[in-house]
């Protein structure tokens, strides 16, 4: 399998926590590394290294309540 990265956008507030969404992608299975681009009092941009098809990963994310939506030709975390 291939590697392909998707860059997300997570918008912080006290409902959802980073550190919580990290426990949750790492429980993927094509889920092979994560990195943090930017991280600020708003949000946070990750990356996301994976194995596997986009709409797979996109799948998996959903199976662990990770909702994503593209927006400006941007993914960000709606739901968490």
């Not at 006290?14 to 990195?35: G, P, Q, R, T, Y």
């Not at 996109?58 to 975390?77: A, R, S």
């Amino acid at each position: 399998r291939t590697p392909a990265f998707i860059n997300v956008q997570l918008n912080l507030n006290k409902e959802n926590n980073f550190f919580f969404l990290n426990s949750k992608i790492k429980k993927i299975d094509l889920v092979e590394d994560i990195f943090v681009l930017e991280f600020n009092k708003d949000h946070v941009n990750i990356k996301i290294k994976y194995l596997g098809k986009l709409e797979k990963m996109i799948n998996q994310l959903k199976k662990e309540n990770i909702i994503l939506q593209l927006v400006n030709d941007e993914w960000i975390i709606k739901n968490l």
